[in-house]
């Protein structure tokens, strides 16, 4: 039953951070091992996303009902799809550097020989998946903090 928690200080606004995760749908254009996302069913503060995540042989897809408040917390909430559980929480806190950010993400596949297979890498590619956020908005401020 992987969790992973991790906290970084990064020196953009908690909004500017914010709107770089709640952008599911651009998540194939940087986070390692995604696939594709779609998003629908979009309110002002909650959504459902599809995303679909693949390595070598293997692929997943899952649903999940992600609920905003902005500038500070995303939480996505597991719909349907190949886990028993999946919990994400992101929360956003002002920092005399920028923004301090709080990552969280439990999960737990049905199939206990995928759960063996990804437990294993899970710690690792959980730290890649944050420092993508980080490298994707290096790229979006491009030299401006925003």
Request: glycine share 4%.
């Amino acid at each position: 039953m992987p969790r992973h928690e991790e906290q970084r200080v990064l020196p953009f606004s908690p909004e500017f951070i914010f709107d770089i995760v709640a952008d599911v749908g651009a998540y194939p254009e940087f986070l390692p091992w995604c696939i594709k996302a779609r998003v629908y069913r979009k309110k002002e503060d909650d959504f459902f996303s599809d995303v679909v995540i693949g390595f070598k042989m293997f692929r997943e897809t899952w649903t999940s009902h992600v609920f905003l408040d902005k500038p500070n917390k995303i939480v996505s909430k597991y719909v349907r799809g190949p886990m028993k559980r999946l919990h994400n929480e992101w929360t956003f806190t002002p920092h005399a550097e920028g923004v301090l950010v709080n990552f969280m993400l439990d999960f737990e596949f049905k199939n206990p020989i995928i759960q063996k297979l990804i437990g294993h890498l899970f710690d690792e590619a959980a730290h890649r998946m944050v420092k993508a956020f980080d490298a994707r908005a290096e790229e979006l401020s491009k030299g401006t903090r925003t």
